[in-house]
């Protein structure tokens, strides 16, 4: 199995791109956020001044739809909401050259295209880029909104950072040569195994910063005065609850999943189908919160913002996985490393 | 008295179990597992990895001892543990009896009657339609066809329908609790019945019977496994081969193996099978798998009196990636029957292998973990190796202690390679003859794994119709209208108007029940007549609109 380099410099030189991609995204989600509120605060208060506290589910924030037999001019869009609406188009740029990366490197060693730290890492935030490009995509199409695009794209800078960061980290000092997979790893359970895992930890990702801004939005809305220029600026507290709660529900059946079927791999590669390694044990902590997250969703007196910290919980015990056991602590798993 | 305290007990053990099966409990019982988890996950564990214990010991010497104390070393076979799971099954225990009652209750219960204001449900909406209460009905009934029904007729000639639907959420989470049960007490009654024994055979046709621990080299079992009842099989390694990269990574492991087990064993046919890394064999319900493998340098002893001994002997490998080796073979001197001079004369060779040889000056070691340059460096020890003092030997090196007491000499020292000798001043001759590759088999026996992995399905079923299924109602009144509107029949008017009023309430968390809702109230309205364009229409959308 030789590595096809020219493959494998394209790939590089994708991966580079897309991150280059991804900051001036996150510079432009940053920049509607930055101003664009202005217009929407205006218009909230000669449109529709009784827009707080109308009770029902989720639809306490500002109107969403226009109100039929109003006139509306069709003026040009407002700056900041074209800014907006170009971080979304180089989102989308952003991810597409991303895949390319990945996709050129899995040609480049004929293989699936994450059997190191760097390839996961890679993948994990492609994941996460998806999530959100989906969450885009269903608001914008969804019947009943509960936030305006708008709105919904002010989150969009805080999911892209976390995401540009990590990059960076998986392509600086986790960065591995395209190589071919070591014995272990040789089987179709990489398949299987490792691309539920990467799509979880991606979609949980998306949750657990929903969830952390979920808090912020709530301190915001408790007092007005905190916060005033991050909080007043974010998507209605109940919006970003859902996104959080809708991620970790749709992806916790798929993280389960994968769990197991690593089980079902280690019983085929290492003779036991669970045996504590530190990685295992760690992913079962992880699951363990968010199984938690569930519960306290459930439980009175659990819903809200105590929810939502053990959902960050859950993310910091996906990251400590991802990191601190697979580069510190050496156990079975950790030849994928570094 | 007597009765007061008794009553007094009971509810004490009533608020005790009531608080034991509580949400909030079983919520606190999950946090603990995680958290006690952890230490597992970030100290060296004694069952996995003793040397790393040691190596803790070492760099902690004061923190260590502690932390023992704690069973902070094994925590999955810990008291505390186990205190924290039991409790949160006992939880579980308790918590689902009561869940299973309740849901057959459910299942078999009527949908609730509409309420009297339907606008006072989260969702909501409303039209007047050209259809008479009968067809809006049977359009009803249609459009809920799969949801669970009831019909109700009200007081002012009104007529309803209740329904429900997505049951089968609570059934999942049901299965789902359940499963993990399940899951718990499969993987207890695997560790009383599994075992797990590690044997080393030589790659040259050298063969392995399961009949008995005294095979392995190390064999671990469950409490009811007493080793006379191994499932019966026998191994034969043919060949053995490592293909390496250029960077010295291994890209492939295979050992060709023959087999029989079952009616074979009888017959005497071998059945061939590669086993790889990701693929053990699998027979008589065990597992056997390749788990290691390394070299085994081959001597041959001339003695003064002309006789030969040749041994290989497994040596162990010290480095993976280069396979340097270090070991021990051991030889018996031949035609002495006096058992003390014999054991006088005992010859040990032990040192280094190096698979290629790199010297750096004097000293061997290996540049790469393929057999392209052999070499030992060796010393040869004559004396008494004291493989009979009881004492526990290692076969990977001699008894230090007996080279301490001057009771093991060293007599050379040399490095060598494949057909080089050592003549000793006694005349004896030591030749490096040759390396032999061997490899390390597990054999697994796991009875209660099928069921495990039928619990671990269960749990991600029953998860995924949990979390995907909702739990919604949905009402549908109708109600007659219009400009005959003293007609409540309103079947004799020549255009029957009726008011139908719909509303909908989500019984588990919240997300996710208005497209659906909207959808089916849309539907349902376009059915019967709030067709497009007309006047009545209208009144829906902007009912709709206020809504969302
Ligand atoms: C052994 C540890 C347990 C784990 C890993 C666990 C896990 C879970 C998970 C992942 C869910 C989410 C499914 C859903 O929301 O429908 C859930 C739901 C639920 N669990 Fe557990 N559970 C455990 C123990 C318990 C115990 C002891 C109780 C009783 C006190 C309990 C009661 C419930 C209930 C009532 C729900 C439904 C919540 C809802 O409808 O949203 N669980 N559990």
Redesign the pocket.
Known sequence: MPVNQVLSTYSDMAFATSVAIYILAMLLYFGEFAYGRTRAEVRERTAEPAMAGTGGTGSVDAPQQPVVGRIETPSKRPWPERLGGMAVSTTVLGALVHAASLLLRGLAVERVPWGNMYEFGSAICLAAVLAWLVVLLRQSRAVRRDATPAQLRGLGGFVLLPMVLLLFLSGTVLYAEAAPLQPALQSYWIWIHVSAAVVSSGVLLFAGVASLMFVLRVRHENNPLKLARLGGRLPASQVLDRLAYRATVVI?PVWTFAIIAGAIWAEAAWGRFWGWDPKETTALVAW?IY?AY??A??TSGWRGVRAAWINILGLVAMLFNLFFINIVITGLHSYAGL | MRISSITAALAFLRNTWRGL???R??LVL?FLLALAALPGALLPQRPLNPANVEKFYDEHPTLAPILDAVDAFNVFGSVWFAAIYVL??V??VG?LVP?CLEYLRQLRARPVRTPRNLGRMPHHEQATVDSSVDEVMSATRRRLRGWRTSEHTEADGARSISAERGYAREAG?LV??FA?LGLLIAVAGGELYKYEGQVIVMADGSSFCNSGTYNYDSFRAGLTVDGTELSPFCVRVDDFDVKYLHSGQPSEFRADISYQSGESLETGVWKQHDLEVNNPLRTAGDRVYLTGHGYAPRFTVTFPGGETRTQTVQWQPMNTTTMLSQGATKFDPPGMPDEQRRQQNQIAITGLFAPTAAMDGKVLSSGFPALRDPAVAVDVLKGQLGVSTGRGQSIFSVDQSMVESGKLERVARENLRVGEEIRLDDGTVVRFDGVQRWVNLQVSHNPFQPYVLGCAIAIVVG?GA??SIKRRRVWVRAAPTGPSGSDPTGGAAASPRTLVEVGGLAR??QAGYGEEFTRLSGELLDSVGGSPGSAENHEAVSARGRNS
Do not use: K
Request: proline fraction near 0%.
């Open positions: 916790m363990i199984a569930l519960h969703r459930a | 099966t509580s949400m409990t079983a999950l949160l099954f939880s579980l918590c869940r989470n789902f609790h993990l998860l949990s979390l588990t968390d």
